[in-house]
């Protein structure tokens, strides 16, 4: 089966910093899907960003990055420039390419964003 | 565009009672799903369905019952409610099984007393 894991529960950073979430995962599949979902207050499930796995180039948007290193099973994302918006609840999630909709969450890091 | 739309927001039950925890989508979606999110433990999958008259179940699906009579609507229902499913629901839709680009609704607290 597959495991997301997310070993930090918080993570702290000063507005206008940078800060990077770390995510690893455990599959015996080659062709995947990750994602980073973002889950403020509201408790709405906003997708961040999409990473296929047999792309090479790590996706961007905006703000965000991620760091796929597919041999040690690692995808960290990046912020730049932190916003008070930020501040949220940060899932990584698995998805096998056959059955993409159906995700493994990890556990989730609480990031906070101080002035 | 309304997207998925939960109901209720917030429900608090007793134990052993029903109730139905409906979902609905206006965006075409053949894939649905319920997840539910427990402090700690992120969001699991309980059942799944891949089209009308199409279900499946996920990693948590004991004691919840689901069917798809129609594209738009997938309700989850708790026949005999227990305080272990006080949870978070989360109903989520996309194009297809293998899209992977999910639609959340905004989620559904239950207190089971």
């Known amino acids: 089966a597959q495991t997301v894991t997310q070993s930090q529960p918080e993570m702290s950073v000063q507005e206008a910093e940078t800060v990077t979430l770390s995510c690893t995962y455990d599959t015996s599949e080659s062709d995947y899907y990750l994602f980073w979902y973002k889950q403020p207050p509201s408790r709405q499930m906003i997708l961040v960003i999409r990473q296929e796995a047999y792309k090479q180039q790590n996706a961007t948007e905006n703000r965000f990055s991620v760091n796929f290193q597919k041999a040690a099973k690692s995808f960290s994302l990046k912020i730049s420039d932190s916003q008070l918006g930020d501040a949220a609840m940060y899932f990584c999630?698995?998805?096998?390419?056959?059955?993409?909709?159906?995700?493994?969450f990890g556990t989730g890091t609480r990031l906070q964003v101080t002035l | 565009n309304a997207g998925v739309t939960q109901t209720p927001k917030f429900q608090v039950l007793k134990t052993g009672q029903s109730m139905t925890l409906q979902c609905a989508q206006d965006m075409n979606h053949e894939y649905m799903s319920w997840y539910r999110q427990d402090p700690g433990m992120g969001l699991r999958l309980i059942h799944y369905?891949?089209?009308?008259?199409?279900?499946d179940q996920g990693e948590v699906p004991n004691g919840y019952n689901v069917s798809r009579s129609t594209t738009e609507d997938f309700p989850l229902r708790l026949l005999s409610a227990a305080p272990s499913q006080t949870s978070v629901y989360f109903c989520?839709?996309?194009?297809?099984?293998?899209?992977?680009?999910?639609?959340f609704g905004e989620g559904s607290r239950l207190t089971v007393l």
């Open positions: 999630a698995y998805s096998y390419t056959g059955t993409a909709s159906k995700l493994t």
């Open positions: 369905s891949v089209g009308a008259g199409i279900t």
């Open positions: 989520a839709s996309s194009y297809s099984e293998s899209s992977g680009r999910l639609f």
